[in-house]
């Protein structure tokens, strides 16, 4: 016979759910199951984690009420995002709150425009004149959907150059939401009067001019929601 299973050691169930679940964004957030892949069978999860198949359930079920996976009928349990916010915005994200969200966008831009011209390097520098030059050449090619993912990866950049962590991950979260503001300005066509110049923006950061960085950031949210 075995032997006995001393209960302290045993941790409760709450806990083993939650390190569960832990285990899975760990897997799905270091790329393991990226977004729009099928994570393992729960048999398979079973054997992989070490744990019960109701604590798998559980914290699958988690995960799904988060936004995080999908549960499809006959197929599996799918990522559909890589963080649990960015699904919540994503649903209150309708036309008429979309003032809502650029004045979201200001107070994110604004502040990592600033930031980013006190902390920038020279790779962060390096990598937002690639930005700019990747925004400049989407513009020419007159596609809106590619010039709106190309003004999206500079603003990214810029945020990146603030080295905030929690500031990224916010903006990472709501960057559908703030791409969608761009598509709105644009509109179906790039209109040359819609094209705004962002090299400013860079040089002042480049400068190391916190004061002139976020004000050319805030200068593009007003007085209308341009990129």
């Known amino acids: 016979m075995p032997p006995p299973v001393d209960s302290a050691t045993v941790p409760p169930r709450g806990h083993r759910v939650r390190q569960t679940i832990a285990q899975l964004r760990e897997r ?3 790329g393991e199951w990226p977004v729009g892949g099928r994570i393992p069978t729960e048999p398979q999860l079973v054997a992989a984690l070490g744990v019960g198949r109701n604590t798998v359930r559980e914290a699958v079920r988690a995960l799904v009420h988060a936004g995080v996976l999908e549960c ?6 799918y990522v559909v995002s890589t963080d649990e916010l960015a699904p919540v915005v994503a649903r209150r994200l309708t036309d008429d709150r979309m003032a809502e969200v650029i ?3 200001r107070a994110f831009e604004v502040e990592a425009a600033r930031l980013a011209a006190l902390r920038r390097t020279p790779t962060d520098l390096a ?15 007159g596609r809106v959907d590619e010039f709106v993912e190309a003004d999206a990866a500079l603003h990214s950049t810029v945020v990146a150059a603030a080295h905030n962590g929690m500031l990224a991950e916010l903006y990472a979260s709501v960057g559908a939401a703030l791409r969608s503001t761009v598509a709105q300005s644009m509109g179906d066509t790039l209109e040359p009067e819609r094209h705004v110049d962002h090299s400013r923006l860079v040089e002042a950061i480049r ?4 004061a002139r960085a976020a004000i050319e950031a805030g200068a593009f949210l007003e007085p209308s929601p341009g990129a």
């Open 72 to 77: 499809r009928q006959g197929s599996g349990t």
């Open 127 to 141: 990598a937002l004149d690639a930005a700019l030059a990747a925004r400049e050449a989407a513009w020419r090619g």
């Open 28 to 30: 799905i957030l270091g």
């Open 207 to 210: 400068a190391g001019d916190p």
């Open 103 to 105: 004045e979201v966008r």
